[in-house]
């Protein structure tokens, strides 16, 4: 079934009686060449590529909920490649221009906007800063700009320039970043998937591995064991959990970070702002809504909810950068477990049991990776090598001391 | 979530800091043969379960002390809390 | 030879003063403060003849009271002698405990009620996160006013003192002149 405008005026005269569900709801087979555990963002677009790009077949994905349940559809969508590190860098930048090929490439309404992100600076050594990593990214082909004060606030006026603690002074602007559907992420890639013949599998639940002179043989689930050669994580908030199934301990700690919406408002605020300092970021939904964040809540969690002590952070942050937010009313609120890495970045890798690979340590910003964590995910399933942009990414970078560590903050995830 | 501190009674969480499992009271012999990889473990991995989890927090808008909290990480719910340096204490009693 | 004239934490000549209904909050500019610890193997003192107090507590004697602030730790208060070296005083009363000079890092707000016990509790439940029916005359306690690390002390049921950051002084009164504003409007 294919989306085009024609389509949709054909259906309407029709009266939509044409449609038909996006993905077939198979039980699952026996065995498979790949398993895919998590139907996430991450593990949807493992098993898009596998089948698509590198041609690969007898893939399934197992998720325990439904498609989308976990992080994909609780994050609040900010799309971007704005890192300082080489190690990252590249690897977002591949991830950013996949997303500006996605709907073409998934036939399918991702809502990817690119409205451009901000993020504030306020002291000159911040300014310095900024300015360092807009020059990584544009030697990255990313594109920065950096934004002095009165050009600033000729595009966002309504912020606080002259809060007394921080002082807005400019700001470090990519403008090719943006927000996408994130629901529509994961139903565009599990479409793709299961129209290239992966089978997708719901309320299917990992529970074990059987593994076998060191090597995996397949997995043990809430419906049946499943046979397989190869078995790719992708779990999200729940990485050590699985890992541990398998007898691995991670790099990693699960914490909660929380979200927020407000009522539908008038358009306001152009893109993404963030005001790190404060710990509160914001975008506008295309429905009007208030969508921000902040820190996570900063201690192990698998709650799926957070704290009021953080609700009161955020909104304190939302206060003191754009006064005017005290007058919108909050409608949702919620929570999402995100695993935290000891520095910070993800692990896209072979673990030390043979046909086990984990994709994961994705913190609170992996939804713009989805594309690129996909890709490079299943190239490695693929070719048993890593992809060249996610070479930073293996496990043993922590003993052998090659940490990406964008904030320079240790192993301590709670600062991360 | 309150912290049932041992010498204050319940207090807020807000007034501590997070520091995470308190498997990092167990710092590994610097001299041992093995303390290259017993340190990079010491840094680098936790267990993360689901469930009850021993943690160190931090009593800074308070006394200052260390608390060794015992905590389920699905409900929130704190089970206990004990001072860190009797835990530590306690510890090298054992293993003299 | 410069003119070098003292200021208090609020940056005015006097200490400041004002009331808000049956609040009154005064910058209490004379207050000395020394941090008394125990050394391993140390008899605990009693310095003034105060008889130090356990956790969660706060005791006074003639013109000096002790707050304990952490195990084996206690803040000791001298009314009237911020401008002598408390410090020294204490140090021969406390032998073998370690002793630091407080006063320059502290800001003290004695906050007194007119109409009773009422107003200093609801002067409380809009600051502090203190559970009220545990936190009689006698008690004091670190917490968390507004993000700044406080020593609230209630010297009897209508006083309570708040020791803040003197870095911190001007937000920490701005803080409890807008509950107490509120309070008032009430
Ligand atoms: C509140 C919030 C805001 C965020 N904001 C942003 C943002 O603005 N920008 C950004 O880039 N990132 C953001 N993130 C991070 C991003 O959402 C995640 O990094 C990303 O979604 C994780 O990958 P995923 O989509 O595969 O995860 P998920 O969607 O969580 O997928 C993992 C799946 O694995 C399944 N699973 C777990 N255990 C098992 C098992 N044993 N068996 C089978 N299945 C299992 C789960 O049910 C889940 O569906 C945010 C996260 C949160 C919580």
New binding site residues.
């Given amino acids: 079934m294919k989306f085009s405008g024609f389509r949709v005026f054909a259906e309407a005269l029709k009266g939509h009686t044409g449609w038909r569900p996006l993905w077939r709801n198979p039980d699952p087979k026996p065995s498979y060449d790949y398993l895919i ?9 493992t098993a898009y590529y596998l089948a698509k790009t590198f041609g690969r077949s007898r893939i399934a994905v ?19 490649s704005n890192y300082l590190l080489a190690g990252n860098e590249p690897f977002y930048e591949f991830s950013m221009k996949l997303w500006e090929g996605l709907e073409q490439e998934l036939n399918f309404n991702a809502m990817v906007s690119q409205r451009g992100i901000i993020n504030l600076f306020h002291t000159d050594a911040q300014r310095d800063a900024f300015r360092r990593r807009g020059n990584a990214m544009m030697l990255a082909g990313a594109g920065a700009r950096l934004l002095g004060r009165e050009e600033l606030r000729a595009m966002v006026p309504f912020l606080n320039y002259d809060n007394a603690r921080f002082p807005i002074k400019g700001g470090l602007m990519q403008a090719r970043a943006g ?1 996408a559907r ?1 629901d529509g ?2 139903w565009g890639y599990a479409r793709g998937a299961d129209s290239h013949g992966v089978d997708l599998i719901q309320n ?4 074990g591995f059987r593994l076998d002179r060191g090597k995996v043989r397949g ?1 043990e ?2 419906r049946g064991y499943i046979a397989a050669d190869k078995v790719g ?6 990485s050590s ?2 890992m541990a ?1 398998a007898g691995m301990r991670l790099p990693i700690e699960s914490h ?4 927020f919406v407000t009522e539908g408002l008038k358009p306001t605020i152009p893109g ?1 702002i963030t005001f790190g300092a404060g710990h509160f ?1 914001i ?1 506008q939904s295309d429905k009007g809504g208030l969508v921000f ?1 902040g820190d996570i809540d900063g201690y192990n969690s698998y709650a799926q909810r957070g704290n009021l002590p953080v609700v009161e952070d955020v909104v304190e942050g939302g206060m003191a950068l754009m006064p005017m937010i005290g007058r919108a009313r909050l409608l949702r609120m ?6 935290m890495s000891m520095d910070g970045s ?1 692990i896209i890798d072979r673990t030390q049991i043979e046909g086990l690979y984990l ?1 994961g340590g ?9 594309p690129a ?1 996909g890709y490079a995910f299943a190239h490695l399933l693929a070719t048993g090598a890593s992809h060249e942009t996610a070479r930073a990414y293996r496990i043993e970078r922590f003993a052998r001391g090659h940490v990406v560590d964008e904030r320079g903050a240790g192993a301590q995830p709670n600062l991360h | 979530m309150l912290i049932t501190h041992p010498l204050l009674g319940l207090r807020d969480a807000q007034e501590f800091t997070y520091l995470g499992d308190a498997r990092l009271i167990d710092r590994p012999a610097p001299s041992a043969p093995d303390a290259e990889a017993a340190f990079c473990d010491y840094v680098f991995l936790r267990d993360n379960p689901a469930g009850v989890h021993r943690e160190l927090w931090y009593h800074e808008h308070g006394d200052r002390s260390w608390l060794v909290v015992t905590r389920d990480t699905v409900t929130h719910e704190v089970l206990g809390a004990e001072l860190a340096r009797n835990v530590a204490l306690a510890r090298t009693r054992c293993s003299k | 030879m410069s003119d070098l004239r003292p200021i208090t934490a609020l940056g005015a000549a006097l200490p400041r003063l004002a009331s808000f209904g049956a609040l009154e909050i005064r910058e209490n500019g004379g207050l000395a403060l020394a941090s008394m610890a125990l050394r391993r193997g140390t008899v605990e003192p009693t310095p003034f003849g105060l008889a130090l107090p356990g956790p969660g507590r706060w005791i006074a004697g003639q013109g000096v009271a002790a707050l304990w602030t952490g195990l084996d730790q206690w803040m000791i208060e001298a009314e009237g002698r911020a401008e002598l070296d408390f410090a020294a005083e204490l140090k021969q009363l406390a032998p073998g405990c370690s002793v630091t000079e407080q006063t320059d890092g502290w800001v003290a707000f004695e906050i007194v009620s007119r109409a009773g016990t009422g107003p200093i509790d609801a002067l409380l439940s809009k600051l502090v996160n203190v559970d009220l029916a545990d936190f009689g005359p006698g008690c004091a306690t670190r917490t968390g006013l507004e993000h700044m690390s406080c020593f609230v002390i209630r010297r009897s049921e209508a006083h309570i003192a708040v020791l803040g950051a003197r870095s911190s002084a001007g937000s920490l009164w701005h803080a409890l002149e807008t509950a107490a504003k509120r309070l008032e409007e009430r």
């Fill in positions: 555990v998590g139907g996430g963002g991450h593990g949807l677009a197992l998720e325990k909920g439904w498609l989308g349940s976990g992080n994909v559809g609780r994050n609040t969508t900010i799309i971007r927000t994130h992420v994961a299917c639940e990992v529970t997995v689930t809430s994580v992708a779990v999200a908030g729940s959990r699985v199934m909660v970070l929380q979200a993404v970021y975008s964040g919620w929570g999402g477990v995100v695993d993800p994709n994705w913190c609170y910003g992996g939804f713009k990776a989805t964590s």
